[in-house]
């Protein structure tokens, strides 16, 4: 049973993630994975660049990834997350999570993103024509999250 986590300044091929994280798994009943890609909201964002500290984002997302490896009895889990300069259309985030059965592995994928999209430490922001701005967790974001709190 691993926790995996990786920041990465590179693109990665989801399919090939996909592919290696299902190999070999005969106790496994059900693999959920997701792939967030960067949205360029019709012209309006150029670039997303996401800032974090080596060290200490990876750390606590790894915190958050054990718990949930705990918490919906999964197998494997596996998070890979760009930082740095990031295109649109290109791939931000990959999560894949083995479990027995595909509630657990639903429900932690979805757990994970939530964290990951609005409570995990990175600092996003956004580039576009008229310059650059911080983004923030939308309001959605952060009631999505507040759903596992209890």
Do not use: N
């Not at 150029?46 to 915190?63: K, N, Q, S």
């Not at 922001?125 to 974001?141: L, V, Y």
């Amino acid at each position: 049973m691993t926790v995996t986590v990786r920041l990465q300044t590179e693109g990665f091929d989801p399919g090939a993630l996909l592919t290696a994280f299902c190999a070999a798994r005969d106790a496994t009943g059900a693999v959920v994975s997701f792939t967030g890609l960067a949205r360029g909201e019709a012209g309006v964002v150029i670039a997303l660049e996401l800032e974090a500290y080596p060290g200490f984002t990876d750390a606590e997302i790894g915190r958050i990834a054990e718990a949930a490896r705990e918490r919906f009895s999964l197998h494997d889990l596996l998070i890979v997350h760009r930082i740095g300069a990031i295109a649109p259309s290109e791939a931000i985030v990959f999560v894949a999570t083995a479990a027995a059965h595909r509630r657990e592995a639903f429900q932690a994928a979805d757990h994970l993103m939530d964290y990951l999209k609005s409570r995990a430490p990175f600092w996003k922001k956004e580039h576009g024509p008229d310059g650059a701005r911080w983004i923030e967790p939308t309001d959605r974001d952060l009631a999505d999250a507040a759903r596992w709190e209890s």
